[in-house]
T-cell receptor, first 113, second 113 residues
Framework: KAGVTQTPRYLIKTRGQQVTLSCSPI?????VSWYQQTPGQGLQFLFEYFSETQRNKGNFPGRFSGRQFSNSRSEMNVSTLELGDSALYLC????????????FGSGTQLSVL | GESVGLHLPTLSVQEGDNSIINCAYS??????FIWYKQESGKGPQFIID?????DKRQGQRVTVLLNKTVKHLSLQIAATQPGDSAVYFC????????????FGAGTRLAVHP
């Protein structure tokens, strides 16, 4: 069974641009979560989707958004990039609707110049 | 991954010794706890989980202990191997949190031959 797949693996953008990251969950998983990982703040929850609905959102500005498609694949978008958005963005999927183990992808490393 | 914190507390052990990694969690309402291992360039990898109705759970070479009284979690690794070298994160969540995990800062485990 294939794991969580995130594309692209690396991205370099400049301030003010926008970026879209993609995540394909494990087959059969309907919950997809996104996390941001930085050396200073560690791993922080961005949002979670289940059946195309956002069920929970972390404390990030509105520039961070996401969506989920009917096949459970998910995208997250960051608009008007800032230097501080440089981070590893991790996607995780889960088979259940509540507290169950999350399986993470390898992440997308975003660098904002 | 590349963005894992550079100034994490480090636990250095000799190969073959037992390792104990500790974690204090923050929310008394948390009822689900997970340990993840993150190697350089990879996303967090699930190790073991425990629910709040238990105080101990064992896996292969790993044991998690939960002390709800003092909000403390520990991960014990038996016969530590060089392949165990990584950053270890504890995470907590609560029912109704829709897979929102709150991660600890992480501990770097360095195993020396």
């Amino acid at each position: 069974k294939a794991g969580v797949t995130q594309t692209p693996r690396y991205l370099i953008k400049t301030r003010g641009q926008q970026v879209t990251l993609s995540c394909s969950p494990i087959s059969g998983h309907r919950s997809v979560s996104w996390y941001q990982q930085t050396p200073g703040q560690g791993l922080q929850f961005l949002f979670e989707y289940f059946s195309e609905t956002q069920r929970n959102k972390g404390n990030f500005p509105g520039r961070f958004s996401g969506r989920q498609f009917s096949n459970s694949r998910s995208e997250m978008n960051v608009s008007t990039l800032e230097l501080g958005d440089s981070a590893l963005y991790l996607c995780a999927s889960s088979s259940a609707t509540g507290n169950e183990k999350l399986f993470f992808g390898s992440g997308t490393q975003l660098s904002v110049l | 991954g590349e963005s894992v914190g550079l100034h994490l507390p480090t636990l250095s052990v000799q190969e073959g010794d037992n390792s104990i990694i500790n974690c204090a969690y923050s929310n008394s309402a948390s009822d689900y706890f997970i340990w993840y291992k993150q190697e350089s360039g990879k996303g967090p990898q699930f190790i073991i989980d425990i629910r709040s109705n238990m105080d101990k759970r064992q896996g292969q070479r790993v044991t998690v202990l939960l002390n709800k009284t003092v909000k403390h979690l520990s991960l014990q690794i038996a016969a530590t191997q060089p392949g165990d070298s990584a950053v270890y994160f504890c995470a907590e969540s609560f029912s109704g949190g829709y897979n929102k995990l709150i991660f600890g800062a992480g501990t770097r485990l360095a195993v020396h031959p």
